[in-house]
């Protein structure tokens, strides 16, 4: 099993920017895609962003164009870039590791993931 570690998140006025880092330990990271989700306060747990085992990315559309997913398989980390936050972002950020080597197509769906961290707090204000 996989171990992740998220980082990064805190308090920032909206229009600003945050970028969350998630390291992982535990098995081969370049063969697996990762994803980060996020869980506002009274809400479900919904997909932001994912990257494949090949480095393409995937956003959902109320990020797209303000976040970005990369990942650097030298470090075993992958990346959330936060630009342009809304206070409506605010949520518990948790970074995902892929169920399967080489997957094909997106993971969007918690299930697709079998590793999860502990999550990190994102606060946009006005």
């Known amino acids: 099993q996989v171990q992740l570690v998220e980082s990064g998140g805190g308090s920032v006025q909206a229009g600003g920017s945050l970028r969350l880092s998630c390291a992982a330990s535990g098995r081969t990271f370049s063969v697996y895609a990762m994803g980060w989700f996020r869980q506002a306060p009274g809400k479900e747990r919904e997909f932001v962003a994912t990257?494949?085992?090949?480095?393409?990315?995937l956003s959902s559309d109320s990020v797209k164009g303000r976040f970005t997913v990369s990942r650097d398989n030298a470090k075993n980390t992958v990346y959330l870039q936060m630009n342009s936050l809304k206070e409506e972002d605010t949520a518990v950020y948790y970074c995902a590791s892929g169920r399967n080597r080489y997957a094909s197509g997106y993971d969007l769906r918690e299930g697709d993931y079998d590793s999860w961290g502990q999550g990190t707090r994102v606060t946009v204000s006005s």
């Open positions: 990257v494949t085992w090949g480095g393409r990315t």
